[in-house]
Nanobody, 118 residues
């Protein structure tokens, strides 16, 4: 069974940076496109970026230009580098497979909380 463990969140001031990590276990990571999703309080969980099995990245407009998604297939890990963070980026961030329809078949991890506050 696939397990996803996110880490790297925290409290950061506006304009700050964080690097999130997600370790994937229980499956063949290198064959799975991966995404980072986020869920703010009272809102639905949305995709913010995804990376193909060969490392090509795609971003949604919300955070485009401020984030970089990458993966290390040797470490079964996907990363999200976030820069120039804004108050509205406060959310719980999750990794999972891409597309969302595939993610829905897997168990979500606990996520990692990112709080942007002055």
């Amino acid at each position: 069974q696939v397990q996803l463990v996110e880490s790297g969140g925290g409290l950061v001031q506006p304009g700050g940076s964080l690097r999130l990590s997600c370790v994937y276990s229980g499956g063949i990571f290198s064959r799975v496109p991966m995404g980072w999703y986020r869920q703010a309080p009272g809102k639905q969980r949305d995709l913010v970026a995804h990376v193909t099995t060969t490392g090509t990245s795609h971003y949604t407009e919300d955070m485009k230009g401020r984030i970089t998604i990458s993966r290390d297939n040797a470490k079964n890990t996907v990363y999200l580098q976030m820069n120039s963070l804004k108050l509205e980026d406060t959310a719980t961030y999750y990794c999972n497979a891409f597309p969302p329809s595939l993610a829905a078949t897997l168990e979500w991890g606990q996520g990692t909380q990112v709080t942007v506050s002055s």
